[in-house]
């Protein structure tokens, strides 16, 4: 094992050759790389589309919330809902909301979501 700037190598190539990175993804935050991995696993697995209705029993939010509220500041549209056919209808994408609201809980600490899928740290 060589040791290079406090990381094990035979790790770092490890997960380079299990996780589909190369050597330039490197440089990407942690936050980053969990996003990637995570809409791997929900491309690769068949999606459950939820009205607003359904999604307020399983968050245990009012409908109203998750429109008013929640839509557009933190589900954003393409990655937490479509709208099919171009029309008025919203249809969530529950495992996208689910993994998404684990990650915050996860990541511990204070961030900022941004529009382009990053994050301010402030």
Excluded at 51 to 75: A, F, G, N
Excluded at 100 to 119: H, K, Y
């Amino acid at each position: 094992m060589v040791k290079t700037g406090g990381c094990v190598f035979q790790k770092v190539s490890k997960l380079v050759i299990e996780g589909g990175m190369f050597p330039s993804d490197m440089k990407r935050s942690k936050q980053e790389i969990f996003r990637q991995i995570t809409n791997k696993k929900v491309n690769d697995m068949s999606m459950t589309y939820l009205t607003t209705d359904e999604l307020s029993q399983r968050i245990k939010y009012d409908p109203r919330t998750i429109r008013e509220r929640l839509k557009d500041s933190v589900l954003l549209e393409g990655t937490h809902y479509i709208r099919p056919f171009g029309g008025r209808k919203i249809l969530y994408i529950w495992e996208q909301i689910e993994a998404d609201m684990g990650q915050s809980s996860v990541n511990g600490t204070f961030a900022i979501p941004m529009a382009n899928g990053g994050v301010c740290n402030g």
